[in-house]
């Protein structure tokens, strides 16, 4: 049971473009939701995360939205840069629990000249 | 520069020997994790420490133990390795609490078990 989806595998845009990654979940319990970058042989990286309170969290080129009612969030880069080619984790946690976070299987972002 | 140190980058091992992969953490958090990563499933979570001594099995235990003995280190054991664990290792660790649990992951353990 895949609680957390991330239906694109890849992803091409075009240098300067708006970048948009897809986050699907199930489970209506999850209080906060993160993404997360990865570069070959590097550990993922923290990017940014969302409660779910609120619909929408800016930080810099990086917008999230969540949309509860249809268990959707979305991740958004403007305008894409080269360095942010890479592969994107989505995840999803409850408050109560630690060690429960939950990974989507991640979407290859790669960036265009 | 707080980090997860991961001591071996690369590994070659044989079907049946025993594997130990290392994990340090200098940020004085109480959680660390073991999670493998695969083409196409994402992160699976191996097994979770919250405190020394203490573990809970992830979704993927099987085949797998652990040892927390210091709070700094968390290290994965792979007591007779096969060749279906041949993937990449990674280690994370976070502060204890509730909320946003913001992981913090060391470079990865790439193992091929041969």
Known sequence: ?113 | DVKVTQSSRYLVKRTGEKVFLECVQDMDHENMFWYRQDPGLGLRLIYFSYDVKMKEKGDIPEGYSVSREKKERFSLILESASTNQTSMYLCASSNQGAGANVLTFGAGSRLTVL
Request: aromatic letters at 12%.
């Open chain 1, 1 to 113: 049971d895949q609680q957390v989806k991330q239906n694109s595998p890849s992803l091409s845009v075009q240098e300067g473009r708006i970048s948009i990654l897809n986050c699907d979940y199930t489970n209506s319990m999850f209080d906060y939701f993160l993404w997360y970058k990865k570069y070959p042989a590097e550990g993922p990286t923290f990017l940014i995360s969302i409660s779910s309170i609120k619909d929408k969290n800016e930080d810099g080129r990086f917008t999230v939205f969540l949309n509860k009612s249809a268990k959707h969030l979305s991740l958004h880069i403007v305008p894409s840069q080269p360095g942010d080619s890479a592969v994107y984790f989505c995840a999803a946690n409850r408050y109560s629990s630690a060690s429960k976070i939950i990974f989507g299987s991640g979407t290859r972002l790669s960036i265009r000249p």
